[in-house]
């Protein structure tokens, strides 16, 4: 039988605003050097939604882009995560 854990990560096992609000910002500077973003990072709007799956996350704050920058934002954003973590 296999056995599992699980963890509530945000403001269990870390801070959010010491991991998660860094990603993001730093998600959203690479698209705002692709081009692809103009504005400041929605923070706020992040903040209302936290907690959701990522693809909902994506969808919110990036309603105009295309599904592939949403998988690629959201890609880039988990790697950033580890790195914070770790």
Do not use: C
Request: glycine share 2%; proline share 6%.
């Amino acid at each position: 039988m296999s056995k599992a854990i699980i963890f509530d990560m945000d403001g269990t096992l870390f801070q959010t605003n010491l991991i998660l609000e860094p990603a993001l910002e730093a998600t959203f500077n690479v698209l705002r050097n692709d081009k692809l973003w103009d504005m400041e990072t929605p923070i706020e709007q992040y903040r209302k939604i936290m907690g959701v799956p990522l693809p909902i996350v994506w969808e919110t704050l990036l309603p105009n882009h295309s599904l592939d920058v949403r998988e690629k934002s959201d890609e880039f954003f988990q790697k950033k995560l580890i790195e914070l973590i770790t």
